[in-house]
């Protein structure tokens, strides 16, 4: 005997407002051919009796459709309670993270701020050396330069002692020759001649030899002091 198809459980649940079947195979097949038969046996049995005994606590499709929905429900507990507590695993490793984070980001900056501190202290202390070693050579320099002043002050003195020799000597010279011309007496004035000209290279070679040294010892002093300037 072929069973005709059975109604949906969707069917029937908007009909009469009741789920009476699994969602298994083998649900479905003994459930129809326990309606098949319980209609077949006895003309009393109407719709509303078929449903009410399938919807007898004793029936095995509810059961199975009571487990599963235990199932069901105790598994999505255990799912609930699986999130819950990977959301607090989650949260806790998050804050592990971030206070591991925070201590790695202290101690970079501590670390930044202790380099900083030693590198600043040796450009303080390369700039202080630089500025002492630069201080000493300023006031050697000023040393120097004074020196070299007095020394330009002292050849000023001389050059003016010189020149004022000289005019003393070329006044001297100029009498001289007044004298010369007073002389009538060839002889006398070829003699005083001699003596005049003698003199005044003699003079005026030993002035020539000592402004050279002179010449000589200023620029030695100069080449000396530039020297130590340029050090």
């Given at each position: 005997m072929v069973l005709p198809p059975f109604p949906t459980n969707t069917h029937f649940e908007g009909l009469f407002g009741v789920a009476i079947f699994s969602e298994s195979n083998r649900t479905w097949e003994e459930l129809r051919k326990k309606v098949f038969v319980?209609?077949?046996?006895s003309s009393e049995y109407?719709?509303?009796?078929?449903?009410?005994?399938?919807?007898?606590?004793?029936?095995?499709?509810?059961?199975?459709?009571?487990r599963v929905q235990e199932q069901l429900a105790s598994l999505e507990s255990a799912m609930a309670d699986e999130l819950s507590q990977r959301g607090r695993l989650e949260a806790s490793i998050e804050r592990l993270c971030d206070a591991k984070i925070r201590t790695a980001m202290d101690r970079i900056g501590d670390a930044i701020e202790a380099e900083m501190f030693r590198v600043s202290r040796r450009l303080e202390n390369f700039v202080d050396e630089r500025l002492d070693k630069l201080s000493r050579v300023v006031v050697e320099t000023q040393r120097l330069c004074s020196q070299h002043e007095k020394q330009l002050i002292a050849s000023a003195e001389r050059s003016r002692q010189l020149a004022s020799f000289e005019s003393r000597l070329e006044r001297r010279l100029a009498e001289y020759d007044g004298k010369m011309f007073e002389f009538e007496n060839e002889k006398l004035r070829s003699v005083a001649g001699e003596i005049f000209?003698?003199?005044?290279?003699?003079?005026?070679a030993d002035m020539k030899e000592w402004e050279e040294r002179m010449q000589v010892t200023l620029k030695k002093r100069v080449n000396d002091t530039d020297e130590r300037l340029h050090r």
């Open positions: 319980m209609a077949s046996s109407t719709l509303p009796h078929i449903f009410a005994a399938l919807n007898s606590p004793d029936d095995s499709a509810i059961n199975e459709r009571r000209e003698g003199k005044k290279e003699s003079i005026l």
